[in-house]
């Protein structure tokens, strides 16, 4: 860290210092951090080693640092448009900007030595207009990535200055579906702080990329080259030591493109999460890292359960090692049996992988008093009103009696919702949340039915459509909805839902809710 930082840290009274003590994966909870006007804040390596999820909202000259982190950020400027707030990445930490600046004040990002920041998009809200501006001081050896998604507004540009030879920047743009069109990335050979001699290429297809090198003097070329995305399977330790002090053997270590992150991001095991003391501490391997569960050869991403076996698609660097004893034999890390990487010839039949995950969601089920159940808990929702409604038998048709008089107001579908991929026995390759499949939804009012277009543009939340068993369907994600320009309510109709499928939720277990009434 540079001097003139430290003498701020050592030297300013508001100073805090919070050491994350979570044990484990991160999870859906989010910790709140507000900053006051000239407050600084640093943040060390949580305990388990695994990502964290902070909300950040900084004030006029607050300042975040960040030591050795791996971090999700959501951040919110408060303060005058001349104002100014500060994140500092600094020593290896592996930050993401999830949802971008809200607010009016520009952000200064620092990215410090070793560091690995990502801006991913939407990287701006439409109505900010708070500036970026990347700042490097990580002597050759810092990474910024960004992501801009194809929109009819105007967003502020980036602003980057202090790169130096060994600093990357890797661009990307991705359209309305969320396709990635290109990958650039720049490797500087130069010495000297640099700024590109040519604009970014620009295809039909790609749109322009609003960023801004704020560099001094005459301007020196540039290469940009095409991203090489890593192999699709290999085994592995996630592991986070610089490569100068270790002694494994390097799998892979780099970035990983945005449409490759949710197959490749590293499965996170919880301590205890397969049996007891297996592993006897947080620990996270490759998808296609094999290990021993009960005698039977599984692959770590066949175990995932959403609870304390995980996968979250925000890593953009990563890193990982075999131990020396696992190249050629079976390896025990932290009590749990992983197997050599030989996965192109072993394979584990089906009926094998189902009685693993049954036995795994058992053990999962009965150590969180959790239990699976098919139930979706449907419910509608009007700016907070929420009104339930009853189901045939066989939970298909759901039947909700809307009150007399509604304020136009979105029409919101609640429901539970799961990862099908976490949840059942089958290993199946969806990652996505889902709630329920909407087969079709009608409204019953003065004697007439009228059915809601399935289809109409301005449904959020909804998958997109899908066929089973010869009915289309369309899956929301626990949380659709549709604008009162496009449903038509007002109060005292009949709203029938037939639902074509569920999957599998989470649900605290009847047990312990009993047991926890007064």
């Not at 399977?233 to 986070?240: A, C, K, N």
């Not at 925000?314 to 890193?319: D, G, I, K, P, V």
Request: glycine share 8%; aromatic share 6%; charged share 20%.
């Amino acid at each position: 860290m540079p001097a003139s930082i430290s003498k701020r840290i050592k030297t300013d009274k508001d100073v805090k210092h919070a050491l994350a003590a979570q044990a484990g994966p991160v999870n859906d909870d989010w910790r709140e951090v507000t900053l006051a006007p000239d407050e600084t804040l640093i943040l060390s390596r949580n305990a388990s080693g695994f990502l964290d999820c902070i909300r950040l909202i900084l004030a006029a000259n607050s300042r975040l640092v960040l030591e050795r982190a791996n971090c999700i950020l959501e951040v919110q400027t408060r303060g005058p448009h001349d104002g100014v707030c500060t994140v500092r990445v600094n020593d290896n930490s592996n930050v993401v900007l999830l949802k971008g600046v809200q607010g009016e004040m520009p952000l200064q990002l620092e990215i410090g030595t070793g560091a690995c920041v990502e801006l991913d998009g939407p990287m701006f809200l439409a109505s900010s207009s708070a500036p970026v501006r990347a700042a490097f001081r990580s002597n050759g050896s810092g990474c910024l990535s960004a992501i801009w998604s194809n929109s009819a507004f105007a967003v502020p540009e980036l602003e980057v200055s202090g790169m130096v030879a060994g600093d990357q920047l890797n661009l990307s743009c991705m359209d309305d579906v969320g396709t990635m069109h290109r990958i650039t990335s720049l490797d500087e050979v130069a010495a000297v702080p640099l700024a590109p001699s040519q604009s970014l290429p620009q295809t039909a297809a790609v749109s322009p990329i609003p960023v801004r090198f704020a560099a001094s003097g005459h301007l020196t070329g540039m290469s940009w080259c095409a991203d090489f995305p890593p192999p699709p399977r290999f085994e592995g330790v996630w592991s986070d030591t610089p490569l100068a002090e270790s002694h494994q053997q390097v799998v892979f270590c780099g970035r990983i493109p945005h449409h490759l992150r949710a197959e490749l991001g590293p499965i996170q095991l919880a301590a205890n999460a397969l049996a007891p003391g297996v592993p006897s501490a947080p620990l996270a391997l490759a998808p296609w890292q094999l290990l021993d569960y009960h005698g039977i050869a599984v692959y770590a991403h066949q175990m995932l359960n959403g609870k304390t076996v995980t996968q979250h698609p925000h890593w953009h660097w990563l890193r990982y090692d075999v131990p020396p004893p696992l190249v050629k034999n079976s390896h025990q890390t932290k009590g749990l049996l992983l197997r050599p990487g030989r996965g192109h010839w072993i394979h584990t039949g089906r009926r094998e992988t189902e009685s693993c995950r049954q036995r795994m969601l058992n053990y999962t089920a009965e150590t969180l008093a959790l239990e699976l159940v098919s139930q979706p808990a449907l419910r509608l929702d009007f700016n907070g009103q929420v009104i339930p409604g009853t189901s045939s038998p066989d939970g298909r048709r759901w039947r909700f009696q809307l009150p007399p008089t509604l304020e136009p107001c979105p029409c919101r579908i609640l429901s539970r919702s799961a990862v099908a991929k976490e949840t059942s026995i089958l290993d199946q390759e969806d990652r996505r949340t889902l709630g329920v499949a909407l087969q079709s939804v009608d409204v019953l009012a003065n004697g007439e039915r009228r059915r809601l277009d399935m289809n109409h543009p301005d449904w959020c939340g909804l998958h997109a459509l899908s066929t089973l068993r010869g009915s289309t369907l369309r899956w929301t994600n626990g949380m659709a909805a549709l604008p009162h320009s496009a449903h038509g309510l007002r109060g005292g109709e009949i709203l029938e839902i037939d639902v074509g499928a569920t999957v599998h939720y989470w649900h605290l277990s009847k047990d312990k809710t009993t047991s926890d009434k007064p």
